[in-house]
């Protein structure tokens, strides 16, 4: 049978169907070659993905792991979070101090005082007791129960001697509570350990203020370049306690004056009485193992939330979010 060859360029309509006959010829393999390309890349990923869980799973995989995992997750404030995870820590591993401390902070910091209590009573005879003692202290002072929070943080002092924001929670609950002859020791104490404390530095200057050494205060403030705002509230907070019926007269005759000197990076610590509230009572870090501060702020009713003049309160942010 005889063939005849086709000139290349015949008929228009014959040069487009060679076109695109050999266009579909080159593409189909170029299609080809791209789809095992594109498998091979997603089979290379899913892979990959699959390694980086095998290897995420195993970084979590001890308590100690998990633990410092959910107590960065309270330091960030995540707190409903964390109690998930803690549910699922205590499923794996059983239930222990640390997680109990945890738990009870998260409960205290989502709103459920009631559970809160009972997480910390548990604490009790345990490694983290002053964890427990310092938390029942904390709802205590959130409930307006300034004597029951004093002798709460007393007994957290008692076991974690050192811990300079416990010193300063327990001096102004002792105020809120009317026992100002009893603050002066665990406020000084608070200030000496940490002196860079805002914390410390305006509760020590509450204490002044309501026992009538304006010029203490004034010099403690000045030496520390407390800001305007925070000068007020601790003013403020004086009087209000005063209105409250503590007087000067209830701490007999004044202490001797303390000599105030100028603490290290005072603009920082000017920057920090600008953006934190003053006379704020953090938790503190704790001392037992697994310790760990919380961020909450439990401000009392005589707070101006619209001011910039901050609020005294009881809290424990920190940081169990957690005060360094």
């Known amino acids: 049978m005889k063939t005849e060859n086709l000139p290349a360029c015949t008929p228009r309509?014959?040069?487009?169907?060679?076109?695109?006959?050999?266009?579909?010829?080159?593409?189909?393999c170029g299609a080809l070659k791209d789809q095992y390309a594109a498998t091979a890349d997603a089979q290379?990923?899913?892979?990959?993905?699959?390694?980086?869980?095998?290897?995420?799973g195993a970084a979590i995989d001890t308590k100690a792991t998990y633990l410092r995992l959910v107590e960065q997750m309270q330091k960030?404030?995540?707190?409903?979070?964390?109690?998930?995870?803690?549910?699922?820590?205590?499923?794996?591993?059983g239930v222990s101090p640390e997680s109990t401390r945890m738990r009870a902070d998260a409960?205290?910091?989502?709103?459920?005082?009631?559970?809160?209590?009972q997480a910390y009573k548990r604490l009790i005879g345990t490694s983290l007791e002053s964890a427990g003692y310092r938390g029942l202290g904390l709802l205590a002072g959130a409930r307006g129960s300034y004597a029951e929070a004093a002798q709460s943080l007393?007994?957290?002092?008692?076991?974690?001697?050192?811990?300079?924001?416990?010193?300063?929670?327990l001096g102004y609950a002792s105020l809120r509570a009317g026992q100002v002859a009893d603050a002066r020791l665990p406020l000084m104490q608070a200030l000496q350990l940490r002196p860079d404390s805002a914390q410390a530095q305006s509760n020590l200057a509450l204490y002044f203020e309501v026992t009538d050494q304006g010029e203490q205060a004034n010099r403690l403030m000045e030496a520390n370049r407390m800001s305007p705002a925070a000068r007020a509230a601790v003013r403020e907070a004086a009087q209000q306690l005063r209105a409250g019926g503590i007087?000067?007269?209830?701490?007999?005759?004044?202490?001797?004056?303390?000599?105030?000197?100028p603490l290290p990076n005072t603009a920082a610590l000017?920057?920090?009485?600008?953006?934190?509230?003053?006379?704020?009572?953090?938790a503190s870090r704790w001392s037992g193992n697994g310790g760990v501060r919380t961020a909450s702020q439990l401000n009392p009713?005589?707070?101006?939330?619209?001011?910039?003049?901050?609020?005294?309160?009881?809290?424990?942010?920190?940081?169990?979010?957690?005060?360094?």
């Open 13 to 28: 309509a014959g040069r487009l169907l060679a076109c695109a006959v050999a266009a579909i010829a080159i593409t189909g």
């Open 44 to 56: 290379q990923r899913a892979s990959a993905e699959a390694n980086a869980d095998t290897k995420a």
């Open 76 to 93: 960030e404030g995540l707190w409903f979070a964390s109690l998930a995870h803690i549910d699922a820590l205590e499923q794996r591993w």
């Open 107 to 117: 409960l205290r910091q989502t709103g459920q005082a009631e559970a809160g209590e």
């Open 154 to 169: 007393r007994q957290a002092q008692r076991l974690t001697p050192t811990d300079a924001a416990l010193l300063s929670d």
């Open 247 to 261: 007087a000067p007269a209830a701490t007999g005759t004044p202490p001797a004056p303390v000599a105030v000197r």
């Open 270 to 282: 000017a920057r920090e009485d600008a953006a934190a509230a003053p006379l704020m009572l953090k």
């Open 301 to 324: 009713a005589a707070a101006d939330a619209n001011s910039n003049a901050a609020a005294v309160s009881l809290s424990p942010n920190s940081t169990s979010r957690g005060t360094p």
